[in-house]
Nanobody, 129 residues
Framework: QVRLVESGGGLVHPGGSLRLSCVVS????????IGWFRQAAGKEREGVSC????????YYRDSVKGRFTISRDKTKNTVYLQMDSLKPEDTANYFC??????????????????????WGQGTPVTVSS
């Protein structure tokens, strides 16, 4: 029984910060690639960030580089997404997922649904003044 539960979303002003948490149960976190995705209302899902099985390989989409940081805490089986300098265009439902493979550097891993293994329901983030 694999379960991913996201938390930490909310309403923030532009320029504000949030830290999202993804608690993973039923699997050993170190054995799975974890990705953060977001989907805004009426728009396609897009990959936000990814961290490899050992945390040595990370990925960020260009629009969040320098603002978001992904990390994992193996003792808590949790992956975090620290989001700073938030912009209105970051507004979306954010969810985490286990991904097939052992690295984030796989063509299509953040865009193809074929790589999605398990995912949570997400936590909504709204950035508005």
């Amino acid at each position: 029984q694999v379960r991913l539960v996201e938390s930490g979303g909310g309403l923030v002003h532009p320029g504000g910060s949030l830290r999202l948490s993804c608690v993973v149960s039923g699997v050993t976190l170190d054995h799975h690639v974890i990705g953060w995705f977001r989907q805004a209302a009426g728009k396609e899902r897009e990959g936000v960030s990814c961290i490899s099985t050992r945390g040595s390989d990370t990925y960020y989409r260009d629009s969040v580089k320098g603002r978001f940081t992904i990390s994992r805490d193996k003792t808590k089986n949790t992956v975090y997404l620290q989001m700073d300098s938030l912009k209105p265009e970051d507004t979306a439902n954010y969810f985490c997922a286990t991904l097939y493979g052992s690295t984030c550097n796989i063509p299509g891993i953040m865009t193809s649904s074929r790589y999605l293994e398990h995912w949570g329901q997400g936590t909504p983030v709204t950035v508005s003044s």
